[in-house]
Each structure stands twice: as C-alpha cells, then as structure tokens.
C-alpha cells in the first residue's frame, strides 16, 4: 500500500510551492500530474493526491518544476506549480488533511417554482404536510434514543466492542464497562460521582486564599499559582494573533498529514459542537494552570476535566445544549481541578468563546491536546477516541463561527440568572462560599470588640494613672506645707 509522504504547502503570486519528504528516492521515479484542482504525485512506494479550491495548470510554455536536496532531510523534493490565474490567493493550504479529502459536491434540493396559487384536488393541504413532517422529526428522534441507548462512544459515536480489544487499557481510564453500559447509565453514575467527590472544605479554602477581600485575614497572600493562571495571556488573547489571522505552523501541518483521513457519516454537527466545548475547556483550563508549559499531570488534567473524555459523555441534541455542557466543565473543575475557583471557571469560558470561533485556533489547541495524549502511557487513546476525528471535521467543515456565536450568547444571557446556573451544579457552591464570608465577618466583629475593649482598657489605666498622679501631687503639697510649718517653729 503506497505511504502518503510528509508534506508542507506555500505560495507565491504566481506559483504553489509544494514541499516533499522524500527520502532516498530516485528522482526519476517522481511523476506529478496536475487536472485542473486535482494535483497527483506519485514515486516508488509513495503517492500523494491533493485537492485545491483552486485551478492549476502544467503548459509547455510554463510547465511543472521540481527542485531535489538529498541534504535535507535525507531528501526534500520542492516541487512548483503555475497556478492558472496569477495573484489567485489559495486558501487553507496549511489544512493538509482538508487537502487530502476528495472534494464531493454539495446536494442541494431543487427549487420550486409556485405557477398557480389555487388548491388543487388531489394535492397534500399544509395540515398534512405538517403531519408528515413532524413523523419525520419523531421518526429520527427515536433512531436518536435508539443510538444513545446502545453503547456506542467516540467521535461521532464511531466507536463500540473497544473494551474486548483494549481491556486492560480501557480499565486505567474508565471504571465503566462502555460496552455494557449505555449513555444514559453513564451519566447517571457520572453526575452521581461529582457530587460526592465535591470537596467542600477544598472550595472553601481556596475561595479564601484567592479572594481579594480576605487578603487583610490572609497574611501569605493568594495561591500563586491561581494568580499566574489568571494573569497568563495565551497565544488566542495575544494581540498579535488578533491582529493577524492565524496560521498552522509547518510542524503543525506535518502533524495533520499524519492523521488517518477516516470517512464519517455525520448527520447532525450540533453535538460535535457540544463535544468539542467540553474537550477545549479542559485544555484551557491546564493550558492557564501550566502558563502554557505542559508537564507530566496536564494528561490527567484534561481528561479529568472533560465529561466527554474521562466519561464518554455524549451530547446529542439541543436538549442537552451549551448550558448543559457548560455547567458539566464547570462543575468538574470545580470537583477535580488543581485551582477549585469558580472565578477561574469564568475566566476559562470567556476564553472558550474566543477560540471556538476561530477554525486554527481550534485547531491549534486540539494539536496540542493531541501532543499531551501522546506522551501518556494509557491516555493515548484519546486521540484515537475523539482527538484525531475532531481534527478532520474541523478542517473539512465549511460553516466555522456560528457555534462559537452561541456559546457566547448562552453564556452572556445568564445576567441574573447567573447564581442559578451555578445552583444548577448541585454542588452547593453559594452556600459554601456564605459559610466563608459569615465567618470572616464574625472574625471580624470580634476583632473590633476587641479593639474597643483594649481601648476601654487603655482609658481605665489613663484615669488611674491620673489619679495617683494628682495624689502624688497632694501628698507632696502636705509634705511641704509641713516643712514651711516647721520652719516657722523653729525661727520663733
């Protein structure tokens, strides 16, 4: 089977530049043949076939040119192609797997054209349209409890039998039996673990240490590492990438070309969508408390984090919804997180609603998440289970931004309705937080009944010392009284 060698896409106004891992190849083996979008390249034991959005061509009069260094890389090969009409800026040449997809043409329903407005006998009435229609939606919606019910997880549900094949690795990551217990099981078992895993005391105390108003009671000042996380500025904040559009580096393309372009059946985005909120938060949430550096806990972070990781959560439908979702990332990090601060759960939404907007800024985190996963002795799975059909999706997927539009939406509608979508976590995180505030202030009263009482104190030793001072000052004034009496006696 041929190997689809490494390869990494450039442009200039006239030519696309395509550069080749190749090496220990005879050159002239290579053969490049170019049809309008489609380039193929193919060598002993490698081939290549790519998909543009744009025409290229291959003339006598401005042909294909190839350029090999044996020194680079044990063989670079450079090939240049014209592009068929100058200054055409090729886009997402650095999406190399949307590259390698073949580009399948969109069906769309033909259009109808009203030509009489009159009721036709024999023609459906709109009452029976609307029957019909609504046999549909509950004839897919029962197809959709069907495929919840059985026990299906992964990207896209692509995945099912898994713990026969991988027994003793699924045991490390999951203490549920995925082939045995459905979706809603799971949840169950889930929902019912964070609530008694919630750390009460563990919240309460860092509310202390990381909120400004308890610094006067808090001599050693806040957890810095809460406060690293939060002033750190990650690569989607930088300026910079916000004044430039991002653009995948050539690792990062490398890493896409090495992804196996598995064809899926998608029938609905939405719970993609919902999947891939809960697998960013987590990785921003580390990508904070790491300040960017990952170590050796960041694998155990993001997957603990992720309902969809760590439980195979599935999100199906707008009845689960970006609430759903949000209120499951924040309850989990407020559960298992190193930093358990809600003030921290805000500030990684608020950088969720800037990265789902942007393809390569998704794409960027989902790179390194993958890089994580692959460092770890069991977690590696998950870029098997969900890392590398995410990073497919994204690429191919035409309509990018419109998610990101209702995360933010959601999560900016809250207003007042903001403390109970936190009593939505079930965890108690108001209550919690009271108990804090009551006993600093009671700490606090004490403090000033102190206060007054040393003050009280303070003047109590005044008037005493003003008292023996003013009998000093009377006994004195006797003994003098009685020395001048004396004085006279003994003149007369």
Not at 119 to 144: A, M, Q
Not at 247 to 253: E, G, I, V, Y
Not at 289 to 313: I, R
Not at 468 to 490: L, N, S, V, Y
């Amino acid at each position: 089977m041929p190997i689809t060698p490494l390869f990494t896409l450039s442009q200039t106004s006239t030519h696309i530049l395509l550069t080749l891992t190749l090496p220990y190849i005879r050159v002239g083996d290579a053969e490049t043949l170019i049809e309008g979008k489609r380039l193929s390249f193919s060598c002993k034991s490698y081939l290549l076939k790519l998909n543009f959005d744009d025409e290229l061509k291959d003339t006598p009069e401005n042909p294909v040119t190839a350029i090999y260094d044996p020194n680079v890389s044990n063989g670079t090969l450079t090939i240049s192609i014209p592009k068929s009409v100058p200054n055409t800026n090729f886009k997402d040449l650095d999406l190399t797997t949307k590259l390698l997809q073949p580009k399948i043409p969109k069906v769309y329903r033909p259009k109808i054209e009203v030509i009489d407005s009159n009721d036709l006998s024999g023609t459906d009435s709109d009452d029976e349209v609307f029957e019909s229609e609504v046999s549909v939606l509950d004839h897919l919606e029962n197809i959709e409890e069907q495929e919840r019910s059985e026990t299906k997880y992964g990207f896209n549900l692509g995945f099912s039998n898994e713990f026969r094949k991988l027994r003793e690795e699924l045991r490390e990551i999951s203490s549920v039996d995925l082939d045995l217990v459905g979706w809603s099981e799971k949840r169950r078992i889930r929902l019912a673990l964070e609530k008694s895993d919630f750390d009460k005391n563990r919240y309460q105390s860092d509310y202390f240490l990381n909120t400004p108003k308890f610094l006067p009671h808090n001599p050693e000042g806040p957890d810095m590492l809460f406060t690293s996380s939060m002033s750190y500025v990650p690569f989607y904040l930088d300026i910079t990438s916000q004044l430039t559009s991002l653009k995948l580096s050539p690792t990062d393309s490398t890493t896409l070309t090495k992804i196996p372009n598995t064809p899926q059946t998608i029938t609905s985005t939405y719970p993609l969508n919902l999947g891939l909120t809960s697998l960013l938060f987590s990785y921003m949430y580390d990508l904070r408390l790491t300040a960017g550096e990952p170590n050796v806990e960041s694998a155990w972070n993001v997957w603990k984090l992720s309902a969809v990781m760590c439980y195979f959560e599935s999100y199906h439908s707008e009845r689960d919804g970006v609430r759903g979702v949000l209120e499951d990332c924040c309850r989990r990090a407020v559960c298992y997180g190193y930093c358990r601060s809600w003030e921290l759960c805000e500030k990684v939404v608020e950088d969720l609603i800037v990265v789902v907007k942007d393809r390569r800024f998704v794409l960027k985190c989902l790179i390194e998440m993958r890089g994580i996963f692959e460092r770890s002795e069991t977690l590696y799975l998950m870029n098997k289970f969900y890392l590398e059909g995410y990073l497919v999706w994204v690429q191919g997927e035409e309509e990018w931004g419109e998610f990101g539009g209702e995360v933010e939406e959601v999560w900016r509608g809250l207003g007042r309705d903001f403390g109970r979508f936190r009593g939505g976590l079930g965890l108690g995180l108001r209550e919690a937080e009271e108990e804090v505030d009551k006993s600093i202030e009671d700490v606090e009263e004490e403090d000033e009944d102190e206060d007054e009482d040393e003050d009280e104190d303070e003047d109590e030793d005044e008037d005493e010392d003003e008292d023996e001072d003013e009998d000093e000052d009377e006994d004195e004034d006797e003994d003098e009284d009685e020395e001048a009496d004396e004085e006279d006696e003994g003149e007369d």
